[in-house]
């Protein structure tokens, strides 16, 4: 099967498996962001100005070009984070052809990392689901440079670097997930040659080069335009604030514990790779292509771990080491035992149990959304942001929509086509005294900054998040004359301004 072939099977089946997040407005506040920051730059805005976050510019600049190629709604992000997580898929499979060139089953990790997607809250258009594919790409290229001896090998070197610098871009752990992966590609699975140590010395050149090719072109803008001290303050000081709020070591179990859960059947997997490859009579060479995934694996969680916060969508950095190693095992273990219909039944069972649940929340999801479709002739019963949106277009009392989102979805602004009054268009920017902290800024003045320029509405959660208790009651006493509660839709209350 042609390459391309292979990558648009696994397109079909990754849109099969998000059929569900199409039509939403917005699944995570991440994303929210990341799209206000896209449409912000769309207007001629640089990164940081005219919204803040503290992530690094390459995720805005995956948006930018999403929205920018495909329109400005949540459907484009939808649209270009499916083909990334295909493109992770198509990789796995590469990968695994370059350690077993013509082995069986060759698709398996591929559909094994599509699936592991729909988990640990991967139907958001996270960072993850866009740093991955450009990770693996570079592991690619630098395994392959370093089996090569030809003269491509100079260029597969510098674009193993570039793919590592486009990964570091859009989230900066990253980079112990790839020297991890990339030490041990070096220095186990090169051959035995001559100058092996000068042929050492080049590769780390040659992909340092690449690497920082990218970051010239990633900081001379904000050089150009005068904005280093604000690059600066936001990618990194602000980082540094951050991952100071760190997990306690019952927290860090607690992820481990989650982690392994919910992709049980692969790290089973794993764990018996280990012991397997550990025997005195083993594959020399078997055990050296193990080892290097192992490391990528341990690698990336040690990246996951490292900003020191338990969200769930930090274990998707593990996909293709995780499905790589857990589908190379069973395949040095379990398959040379197995033929014919065996074979087929012990491989359903290892993707369906590497699947768990999640699968099944796609027919169930779309199903609701079919009804509200047919019920409402929209979403809104399943769409939150839809809802709030239209309930505020059709009852504003001019033409002009005037909005401050307290701490429901940033994308709201968007939806009803208006500026957002604050550049911390991230609720917990203003309501959480860590992300005050991360900002640098007082969120009393900011708040009463937005205030009194009067919005005609405010949206709140019912149920709000413990860490904003404090603010949310300073902010209440604020506008307790001006504002009455005029709807609840879902978890959200819509707040209306009192006509004075």
Same mark, same amino acid.
């Given at each position: ?64 070009? %999403? ?16 083909? %990334? ?25 591929? @559909? ?18 866009? !740093?991955?594919?450009?990770?693996? #790409? ?12 030809? %003269? ?12 590592? #610098?486009?990964? !570091? ?5 990253? +980079? ?6 990339? %030490? ?64 306690? &070591? ?5 992820? /481990? ?41 341990? #690698? ?20 293709? &080491? ?11 273990? !379990? ?37 509200? /479709? ?8 399943? *769409?939150?942001?839809?809802? +709030? ?10 033409? *002009? ?36 902290? +991360? ?22 959660? @019912? ?38």
């Amino acid at each position: 099967m042609s390459k391309l072939k292979t990558y648009g099977l696994l397109f079909a089946l990754t849109v099969l498996t998000r059929l569900d997040t199409y039509a939403l407005s917005d699944i995570e506040f991440d994303e929210s962001v990341y799209f206000l920051m896209a449409r912000a730059m769309t207007q001629g805005h640089a990164p940081y100005t005219a919204i803040w976050d503290h992530k690094p510019p390459g995720i805005y600049g995956v948006y930018y070009v %999403a929205i920018t190629l495909l329109g400005q709604s949540a459907f484009a992000v939808r649209v270009f984070a499916t083909l %990334a997580i295909a493109l992770s898929g198509w990789l796995a499979i590469q990968l695994h052809q370059r350690l077993r060139p013509g082995a069986r089953y060759a698709w398996v990790p591929g @559909v094994l990392v599509v699936l592991m997607f729909r988990k640990y809250g991967g139907q958001g258009a996270n960072n993850e689901l866009f !740093f991955v594919p450009a990770a693996a #790409g570079s592991i690619l290229l630098l395994l392959t440079a370093v089996q090569n001896q030809g %003269a491509r090998r100079p260029l597969q070197l510098l674009g193993a670097g570039a793919l590592a #610098g486009i990964a !570091f871009w859009i989230k900066f752990n990253v +980079v112990l997930e790839i020297q991890a992966a990339g %030490a041990f590609a070096v220095l186990l699975l090169a051959d035995k040659h001559p100058a092996r140590m000068r042929r050492i010395g080049e590769e780390v050149i040659y992909a340092a080069i690449g690497f920082l090719i990218v970051a010239a072109l990633v900081i001379t803008p904000f050089a150009l335009a005068d904005l280093l001290g604000l690059f600066r303050y936001s990618t990194i000081e602000a980082n540094v604030r951050h991952v100071g709020n760190r997990m306690t &070591p019952l927290e860090s179990f607690a992820f /481990l514990l989650k982690v392994l859960e919910e992709s049980m059947a692969q790290w089973a997997l794993v764990v018996a790779g280990v012991v397997f490859h550990l025997r005195k009579d083993r594959d020399p060479i078997l055990a050296r292509q193990y080892t290097f995934v192992a490391a990528w694996l341990l #690698g990336a969680l040690a990246s996951a771990l490292a900003p020191g916060q338990p969200y769930d969508h930090y274990a998707l950095e593990m996909a293709v &080491p995780l499905c790589l190693a857990a589908w190379l095992t069973f395949e040095d273990v !379990f398959l040379p035992h197995l033929q014919g219909r065996a074979a087929v039944a012990a491989l359903s069972f290892l993707i369906l149990g590497s699947t768990g649940t999640s699968l099944f929340q796609v027919p169930l999801n779309v199903g609701r959304e079919l009804a509200s /479709l047919i019920k409402r002739r929209s979403l809104e019963s399943i *769409d939150t942001s839809r809802w +709030v949106t239209n309930y505020i277009r059709e009852h504003t009392r001019g033409d *002009d929509v005037t909005l401050y989102v307290m701490d429901g979805q940033p994308l709201l602004y968007h939806l009803l086509e208006v500026d957002p009054p604050t550049r911390y268009a991230f609720p917990p920017f203003l309501l959480d005294p860590h992300f005050e902290h +991360v900002t640098g800024s007082e969120a009393k003045p900011e708040v009463a900054r937005i205030l009194a320029e009067k919005p005609e509405w405010i949206v709140r959660r @019912v149920d709000p998040f413990k860490e904003s208790l404090m603010m949310r009651e300073h902010i209440a006493e604020l506008i307790a004359h001006d504002y009455t509660l005029e709807t609840t839709i879902h978890n959200l209350d819509v707040l209306h301004r009192v006509v004075q």
